[in-house]
Antibody, heavy 119, light 110 residues
Framework: QITLKESGPTLVEPTQTLTLTCTVS??????????VGWIRQPPGKALEWVAI???????RYSPSLRSRLTITKDTSKNQVVLTMTNMDPVDTATYYC???????????WGPGTVVTVSS | QSVLTQPPSVSAAPGQKVTISCSGS????????VSWYQQLPGTAPKLLID???KRPSGIPDRFSGSKSAASATLGITGLQTGDEADYYC???????????FGGGTKVTVL
């Protein structure tokens, strides 16, 4: 059974760096074809894709966020880490990590973690 | 402003049918498969339709998807109160090199 779970701070101050961890189980991050993505959702708003990392360490980023993002994986720990610099109140959102089924389809999602950016 | 356009809301009585449109362009829906997600209140999104018209295991056949040119449609028949949720379409945009989602449609069962 595939599961994902996000963890990280619930509150960050403006200009700080956010680090979120997605811990996965039921699959290996090194298996051919595997990908894990991050998607966020501001309160009351739509889903917004953030980034994705693949089994071969290939990475893709949202064009609007690319300059602030880094996505990495630790296969031995079954973790995917997303770093976002220079946080702003508009980055307040629920952040989800999700398992890539194929192409850019996400079939299993974590429960999400709420991040508030405020001083 | 989302790249994919969905109506903000649709509604119908129990047992009736609703359709949700998702309008895009040649660089996204026109070139790639569309997926649909259901988000029940307070929960994470759930994959509902894959490859524009395929239902993952466990998804009732009351849910259906179709695609034509640069638009896609999600249909829900036999509407139930448990179907009240937000629904999102998503695909890849070749021009943006990004996953794109619609703005979401809230389904209300009257």
């Amino acid at each position: 059974q595939i599961t994902l779970k996000e963890s990280g701070p619930t509150l960050v101050e403006p200009t700080q760096t956010l680090t979120l961890t997605c811990t996965v189980s039921g699959f290996s991050l090194s298996t051919t074809g595997v990908g894990v993505g991050w998607i966020r959702q501001p309160p009351g708003k739509a889903l917004e894709w953030v980034a994705i990392i693949y089994w071969d360490d290939d990475k893709r980023y949202s064009p609007s966020l690319r300059s602030r993002l880094t996505i990495t994986k630790d296969t031995s720990k079954n973790q995917v880490v997303l770093t976002m610099t220079n946080m702003d109140p508009v980055d307040t959102a629920t952040y989800y990590c999700a398992h890539r089924k194929h192409a850019f389809v996400f079939d299993i999602w974590g429960p999400g973690t709420v991040v508030t950016v405020s001083s | 402003q989302s790249v994919l356009t969905q109506p903000p809301s649709v509604s119908a009585a129990p047992g009736q049918k609703v359709t949700i449109s998702c309008s895009g362009s040649s660089s996204n829906i026109g070139s790639n498969y569309v997926s649909w997600y259901q988000q029940l209140p307070g929960t994470a999104p759930k994959l509902l339709i894959d490859d524009s018209n395929k239902r993952p295991s466990g998804i009732p056949d009351r849910f259906s998807g179709s695609k034509s040119a640069a638009s896609a449609t999600l249909g829900i028949t036999g509407l139930q109160t448990g179907d009240e949720a937000d629904y999102y379409c998503g695909t890849w945009d070749n021009r943006l090199s990004a996953v794109v989602f619609g703005g979401g449609t809230k389904v209300t069962v009257l």
